[in-house]
């Protein structure tokens, strides 16, 4: 099972980066996927999830109307749309298979993989 994020980067306060999740060696279209992002010295936060299908989504109070989820199963991948970008978003990101949906949100999870950093400059 290997998760990798991409897509990261420097951005100024207000703007948008896009993230991609690639998934191998698992059916990604099986799996509700989550994004979690760490910063130094903060704890881990659950930012968004999305369902097998993708027709339920859920986001934390800090991203929710900024931060968009989608999921292409046919390309094995998940992205974070992120908008309206704020100092305080400033982590790294990483995608995540979470143990179920009702935890999809938890900073825990059965297998993440590497992150990709975003820095927003204010």
């Known amino acids: 099972v290997q998760l990798v994020a991409s897509g990261g980067g420097l951005v100024q306060a207000g703007g948008s980066l896009r993230l991609s999740c690639a998934a191998s060696?698992?059916?990604?279209?099986?799996?509700?996927i989550s994004w979690f992002r760490q910063a130094p010295g903060k704890e881990r936060e659950g930012v968004s999830c999305?369902?097998?299908?993708?027709?339920?989504?859920k986001y934390a109070d800090s991203v929710k109307g900024r931060f968009t989820i989608s999921r292409d199963n046919a390309k094995n991948t998940v992205y974070l749309h992120m908008n309206s970008l704020k100092p305080e978003d400033a982590a790294v990101y990483y995608c995540?298979?979470?143990?179920?949906?009702?935890?999809?949100?938890?900073?825990?999870?059965?297998?993440w993989g590497q992150g990709t950093q975003v820095t927003v400059s204010s």
């Open positions: 999305i369902s097998t299908s993708g027709g339920n989504t």
């Open positions: 060696g698992f059916t990604l279209g099986y799996y509700a």
């Open positions: 995540a298979r979470p143990s179920s949906w009702a935890t999809c949100l938890s900073p825990r999870y059965d297998y």
